[in-house]
């Protein structure tokens, strides 16, 4: 490797070899077409101190079609034919990132992704939290892979095949798969973000960015729990001719509130158990019944209310409590139960009951290489029925029939605030809504 292009690279002390590969590739190609790449913009853990942070100019500057040219060269697909108009990208960006243990730190040095033929690029406005981001730290997480489950902007790229729905411009929100050593470039705690455009969602100039933000992880993991694993009778687009009861474990969260409204637009009764302060939230939904689940005869209340013949139960909580009040909760003829998380076989201790459990993002019907259990394989048949999921939710969300869960927007703009948010969702502290964060050159 030249000397000069040596000491051009990027901090790398944050990456994976295959990270190291695509920063040099970038960095040589940038190189011999005249276009600096940009380099750390503030100090954070893998920043490169010694390279001076470039001005706001350096970011506006137009690239000509040589640079457009060689970035393709040198692997990133961005095609000029794809962006119309001619978009200035820098090559590399700020993210959440995890480091060679697991832990998650703002990088300065990460590359662009590339995009697909079916994908879009956004410039990302806001970044919701969820629980996985927590999880997939530690062992769960891939060094150098971005971080992030929601995410809400404007697109800035658009791939060919993509081209039919979506144009520079549009406002969008989309779940993306975070942590995926398959995919590191994909998480959405970064300043760009690739998007599948069958499961990005164009937002209605009526709904915020913010808050539209807190919408993706939730449409695509409820559709599959309630109409590929529970399959309760009825969908939004036709409702059940024989309503059943189905019973939301944990309603007033994130996941809960989807839940909760798309059994009702299902035609199908919402009931759900929540802590009473949240009762006013999840009837707003559209639940029937709420009952505390701090009450150690919840689960007989449930019980009592459904008359001993509840079929559904959607555990939107995860743990061996919530499965042993939902299996107590089911009734007498047994039914089926789809948690969200892997839940131990001694647990299931009904054989009426069917357990099953479900991961959201699994719709995009790509491999995503997660460690067992959550390891996905590719499944063509799953991506259909993902992709007419969205479009359904699209409607719904174009005729104003879907709302996001009520979110908190962090004070603190920028990564540093969703650093924080991350904390916060590990203390456990989130309750009755969803934590966004702005990116900071938004406001
Ligand atoms: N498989 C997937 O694709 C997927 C996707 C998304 C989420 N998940 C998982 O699903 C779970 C929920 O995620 P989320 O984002 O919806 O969570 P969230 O919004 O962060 O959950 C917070 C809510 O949990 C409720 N809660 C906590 N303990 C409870 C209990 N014992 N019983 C009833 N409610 C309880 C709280 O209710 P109160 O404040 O009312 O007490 C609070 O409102 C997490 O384990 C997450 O990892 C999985």
Known sequence: MPQQMTARLPSIRLTSSLYQVQVQGIGLGLELCGFAPLYARHGTSGSDSDTPAPTPNT????????????????GNRFAPSQMSPPTLLPTHQDAIVADQ????????????????????????TAVAINPSDVKLTGQMAAPAAIAGSDCAGIVVAVGEIAQERFKVGDRVCAPTVPMDPLNPLSGAFAEYVPLVADFALKVPKTLPLEHAAALGTGVATI?????RSLCIPGHPEKKAMEPATVLVWGGSSATGTMAIQLIRRSGCIPITACSPKNFALVKSRGAEKAFDYHDSECAAQIKAYTGNALDFALDCVCDAQSMQACYAAIGRAGGSYTTLEPYHQKLHTRKRIRPDWILGIALFGREIGWKDPYHVEADAELRDFGRRWFQCVQSLLDRGEIQPHPVRIGNEVGFEG???????MKQ???SGEKLVYRLKDTR
Do not use: C, H
Not at 65 to 74: A, C, D, F, G, P
Not at 418 to 424: E, F, S, W, Y
């Open 59 to 74: 970011r506006q500057e137009k690239p000509n079609r040589t640079s457009l040219r060689m970035i393709t060269q040198w």
């Open 418 to 424: 969703v650093m924080k948010g991350i904390t916060l």
């Open 428 to 430: 456990k502290t989130v």
């Open 223 to 227: 559709g599959y729990a309630l109409f």
């Open 101 to 124: 243990s697991g832990n998650l730190a703002i990088s300065t040095t990460v590359p662009l992704p590339e995009i697909r033929s079916d994908e879009i690029l956004i410039k990302t």
